[in-house]
């Protein structure tokens, strides 16, 4: 029998699944997880510049395909998940920032975040209206 | 010493992450819900004629090329530095398989966006 079997070994928790423990935690993995719904959009729009270089019918066959009940379905989650990515991204922000300073004092946290929810709110309004305008 | 190529991706996604977080969610309302379904917005927006219009101009090529390009980088970056957090092994390889994957992405869209002409 060897030696090193037979000497007592310390519990040692499993790491498996660690972040389902916490709110926290599932929080922070789901922040993470908007990831792949923003890698999935930006290989959607890569097929379809890709279907739009290769012609008219291709690009309608892509068009179809948009218009297909699980394309909207697959939308609606890439929404949800941009929603939740750009809430996140702005309540991390006062941390990832370097301090910003305004009259020498520095500015709040709950400022910075409202400040860049604010910016997502007028940019969309903005872009949705020249979506609007081109498109008519 | 070596010089570090960790700021590069950083950059990459932080300037991914604040497109994505001021733009991205009206990005996917306009071509994935409201233009598609007409719904709020007028369907022949994505009729060829119309995006062709929009890939052909110079700035709309780069605002094309910016959002898929910094996307990618920003979501390969992030999904690379989750891949611990789940508890999969981090070499090499997965790095190679996250960046080049952007990379894929960066050089797919450009060729097409060139093929298609000023």
């Keep these: 029998m060897s030696v090193v ?37 930006a290989i959607v729009l890569t097929v379809g510049v890709v279907r739009l270089a290769q012609g008219e019918a291709a690009w309608n066959g892509w068009l179809a395909a948009l218009r297909s009940p699980w394309s909207v379905l697959l ?51 903005a872009l949705f209206a020249l979506a609007w305008w081109w498109g008519s | ?27 996917v309302l306009i071509t994935g ?26 700035w ?6 910016l959002v898929i390009a910094l996307f990618a980088w920003h979501a390969m970056h992030r999904i690379f530095h989750s891949l611990h957090d789940l508890g999969l092994r981090t070499g090499a390889l997965a790095k190679l398989a996250c960046y080049g994957g952007a990379l894929a992405i960066t050089v797919v869209s450009a060729v097409s966006l060139l093929s298609l002409g000023f």
């Design chain 2, 60 to 65: 709309g090529k780069a605002c094309l090329f």
């Design chain 2, 1 to 27: 010493m070596k010089r570090s190529n960790a700021p590069v991706f950083w950059v990459l996604f932080g300037a991914g992450g604040m497109l994505a977080a001021l733009l991205g969610p009206v990005l």
């Design chain 1, 5 to 41: 079997a037979n000497r007592p070994r310390p519990y040692v928790r499993s790491m498996r699944g660690w972040w389902r423990r916490d709110p926290f935690f599932m929080r922070y993995m789901l922040r993470e997880a908007t990831a792949v719904g923003v890698l999935i959009y």
């Design chain 1, 75 to 125: 939308h609606l989650a890439l929404l949800l998940a941009m929603m939740f990515h750009a809430l996140t991204w702005f309540e991390i922000m006062p941390k990832t920032l370097p301090a910003l300073l305004i009259g020498g004092r520095r500015v709040a946290a709950a400022t910075i975040t409202r400040g860049g929810w604010t910016a997502t709110l007028v940019a969309s309004g």
């Design chain 2, 33 to 58: 819900i409201a233009a598609p379904l007409g719904a709020g917005l007028p369907a022949s927006l994505l009729d060829y004629a119309h995006l062709l219009t929009l890939a052909r101009n110079g």
